[in-house]
């Protein structure tokens, strides 16, 4: 074998092993990056009160973080955000919005409700 053919394979040798590893970091960064996407904490979750029901009725959260939720009452009327399940409860005007803090909560379902309207506003918080 000729001292350039030898040369020329070491290189090639060299950029296959290197292509290998690059390749498997990226795949191992794609699997990381997936899973912080499930369990990424948002700065404050929104609820809205409209028509005494709650929007959205049911979302996610981190489980074993500290959340932050503005509660938006959109109705004229006064409505009391609570959980027994959470261990919180508030009045909100009508009209305003009110910023509680819950958790760090287990991985679980959680339910609330407003207790001025019992048979329309009800949700549940997952942690996970
Ligand atoms: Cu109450």
Known sequence: MGKAMKKLLTILGISIITAGISFQATASDEVVSQEQEIIEKK?????FIKDHKFTPETFTVPAGEKIKLIIHNQ???????????????????????ATI???????????YFGEFNMDTANGYIIAE
């Open 43 to 47: 700065e404050f979750y929104e609820i």
């Open 75 to 97: 109705d004229p009327t006064p409505e009391e955000f609570e959980s027994h399940d959470f261990n919180r409860e508030k009045i909100i005007s009508g009209n305003k919005k």
């Open 101 to 111: 803090f819950i958790g760090p909560l287990k991985a679980g379902k959680y339910h």
